[in-house]
């Protein structure tokens, strides 16, 4: 016996709701807080703007590896990233743009601010951040 595979379309108003913007970016917010190297980026941008090349040595990650996950933090709107030149910068959104982040991020602050993990990273950062952001990036390239 064959069976025909329909697809299904609901005529609940209550699922089709389900499609709403509020619930998409809900979505994508709980995906990007669904992985610990995205929750630290967020805790370590809670010091203030970084470089790509930054982020890559506290974490100890490949830059690409480093790339994918601030693309999904910046698709759930939890950063904001600027260029200059060569240099990818990013940091949490501010103004309205952040009114949506802010929660987020202070219940996060708040839940971890004890995290040995966050802690060691803050410390990795205050190392990190008296180096050249130029100079972090070709040691990166050498390594690669």
Sequence with gaps: MIRRVTKYRSTN????HMNSDAVRS??????????????????????GELCVCQIVEV???APSTVSKHLSILSAARLVDMRK???WAYY???EGTAGAFARPVLKWLDKT???DGTIEQDAKNLRRVLVCDPGSLCRQQRKRE
């Design 26 to 47: 809900t979505l994508r917010v709980t995906k990007a807080l669904a992985d610990i190297q995205r929750v630290r980026i967020l805790m370590m941008l809670g010091a």
């Design 91 to 93: 940091r949490l959104p």
């Design 13 to 16: 108003k209550a699922e089709n």
């Design 59 to 61: 974490l100890a990650l």
């Design 84 to 86: 200059e030149g060569r």
């Design 112 to 114: 971890l601010k004890n």
